[in-house]
């Protein structure tokens, strides 16, 4: 790809990886790339992070033509980038687009981009414990209409931002309110996409949870609001019994890049994971009668992210005393081991950028 480059004129002051948060921070460029019936992908460039000129008319404003990625590049011990599966990414992505009858971005290009942009902002990635760059793929219709129909001009972006922990919780045990009413996705819909328009329809939920001194929403199928699917930013797995449980991916569940790496890793230590149906009356009654040993979220912002108890209706269901589990504490070692190159990548998931 033929990737221009504008210099800004001054570079932004960089923030106290101590404090990073999530999200907060954006660095100093961004990957911007145009579609259009006729050139097609065009104009790839790496430009200053500012804020875009668009039509109020705009369909992703109106009609939430909009995808999205989130990625991360990490800092070894040695100071080389890398990044962690991104070609699955690349390829979840194209699976989002088509729901939303967006154009694809080939998995070669979408790597590319992400690495080009990485190079360029290599001082922005972290080297703190715990901290990354979070990459934001994402796309957009921009053609000025207001007519619901497919757009003809779209806008790919890569944006990036140094972060820490997601929860304010850090990789401490969270507290989910298991949502009865609201639901997030149904069979034929969206839930299986990385769409803004999911997580606008979730953020009432995710209220509702902070109400009641939760952090987040464990959403139930959207048919019999009986059967655990994911949380709000992360798929979810219980360890009941010595084995694993997680919803399978069926069309309303996010097909997590951390749900499947956790997957096969489990699968190499001996686990049978089964990706089932799990009832939320199954889940209270192991919380209850003891064999909910532990649980767990999954996602690339929240890692590995131990849930320390389940509030559903009137009931509460408190996860190995609330402290994180030997399992939990075990994946989350391996995985960011990997991630930040301090353990053998046996499964070749991370590329060196720089
Ligand atoms: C991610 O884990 O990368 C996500 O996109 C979740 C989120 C912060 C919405």
Not at 26 to 49: L, N, Q, S
Not at 171 to 186: K, Q, S, T
Not at 216 to 241: H, S
């Given at each position: 790809m033929?990737i221009?480059?504008?210099?800004?004129?001054?570079?932004?002051?960089?923030?106290?990886?101590?404090?990073?948060?999530?999200?907060?921070?954006?660095?100093?460029?961004?990957f911007?790339?145009?579609?259009?019936?006729?050139?097609?992908?065009?104009?790839a460039?790496?430009?200053?992070?500012?804020?875009?000129?668009?039509?109020?008319?705009?369909?992703?404003?109106?009609?939430?033509?909009?995808?999205?990625?989130?990625?991360?590049?990490?800092?070894?011990?040695?100071?080389?980038?890398?990044?962690?599966?991104p070609?699955?990414?690349a390829?979840?992505?194209?699976?989002?687009?088509?729901?939303?009858?967006?154009?694809?971005v080939p998995v070669d290009m979408f790597v590319e981009a992400v690495e080009e942009l990485?190079k360029?902002?290599?001082?922005?990635?972290?080297?703190?414990?715990?901290?990354?760059?979070?990459?934001?793929?994402?796309?957009?219709?921009?053609?000025?209409?207001?007519?619901?129909?497919?757009?003809?001009?779209?806008?790919?972006?890569v944006?990036?931002?140094?972060?820490?922990?997601?929860?304010?919780?850090?990789?401490?045990?969270?507290?989910?309110?298991?949502?009865?009413?609201?639901?997030?996705?149904?069979?034929?819909?969206?839930?299986?996409?990385?769409?803004?328009?999911?997580?606008?329809?979730?953020?009432?939920?995710?209220?509702?949870?902070?109400?009641?001194?939760?952090?987040?929403?464990?959403?139930?199928?959207?048919?019999?609001?009986?059967?655990?699917?994911?949380?709000?930013?992360?798929?979810?797995?219980?360890?009941?019994?010595?084995?694993?449980?997680?919803?399978?991916?069926?069309?309303?569940?996010?097909?997590?890049?951390?749900?499947?790496?956790?997957?096969?890793?489990?699968?190499?230590?001996?686990?049978?994971?089964?990706?089932?149906?799990?009832?939320?009356?199954?889940?209270?009654?192991?919380?209850?009668?003891?064999?909910?040993?532990?649980?767990?979220?999954?996602?690339?912002?929240?890692?590995?992210?131990?849930?320390?108890?389940?509030?559903?209706?009137?009931?509460?269901?408190?996860?190995?005393?609330?402290?994180?589990?030997?399992?939990?504490?075990?994946?989350?070692?391996?995985?960011?081991?990997?991630?930040?190159?301090?353990?053998?990548?046996?499964?070749?998931?991370?590329?060196?950028?720089?």
């Amino acid at each position: 790809m033929d990737i221009r480059f504008e210099k800004r004129e001054h570079l932004k002051e960089k923030p106290d990886q101590k404090n990073l948060g999530f999200g907060k921070y954006m660095t100093d460029y961004m990957f911007v790339m145009d579609w259009d019936r006729e050139k097609e992908w065009h104009d790839a460039r790496i430009v200053p992070h500012e804020p875009m000129l668009l039509d109020p008319a705009c369909v992703a404003l109106h009609y939430a033509q909009e995808t999205f990625e989130g990625m991360k590049a990490y800092r070894t011990k040695e100071g080389k980038i890398q990044l962690f599966r991104p070609e699955m990414n690349a390829k979840r992505m194209i699976k989002s687009n088509e729901r939303l009858c967006m154009p694809p971005v080939p998995v070669d290009m979408f790597v590319e981009a992400v690495e080009e942009l990485v190079k360029v902002e290599k001082d922005w990635v972290p080297s703190e414990p715990e901290t990354s760059l979070y990459i934001r793929p994402f796309m957009f219709a921009t053609e000025s209409s207001l007519g619901v129909h497919m757009a003809s001009a779209y806008k790919f972006v890569v944006i990036c931002t140094p972060v820490g922990a997601y929860y304010a919780e850090g990789v401490n045990p969270v507290r989910i309110l298991v949502e009865d009413e609201l639901v997030r996705a149904v069979k034929g819909g969206t839930g299986f996409t990385k769409c803004g328009g999911n997580y606008a329809a979730s953020i009432l939920g995710q209220v509702k949870a902070e109400k009641q001194g939760c952090t987040q929403v464990l959403w139930l199928d959207g048919v019999e609001r009986k059967y655990v699917e994911e949380v709000g930013t992360m798929n979810i797995m219980f360890k009941i019994a010595g084995e694993i449980y997680t919803a399978p991916i069926e069309g309303t569940v996010l097909p997590g890049v951390t749900r499947d790496s956790i997957i096969h890793i489990l699968k190499d230590w001996g686990y049978k994971v089964n990706e089932t149906r799990l009832s939320v009356d199954d889940l209270m009654k192991a919380g209850h009668d003891g064999t909910l040993e532990e649980a767990f979220g999954t996602g690339t912002a929240a890692v590995i992210s131990p849930v320390g108890e389940f509030v559903y209706k009137d009931d509460k269901v408190t996860v190995n005393d609330f402290k994180t589990g030997e399992l939990t504490q075990k994946l989350y070692d391996y995985l960011t081991g990997i991630q930040w190159g301090s353990v053998e990548d046996k499964y070749h998931w991370t590329v060196e950028v720089c």
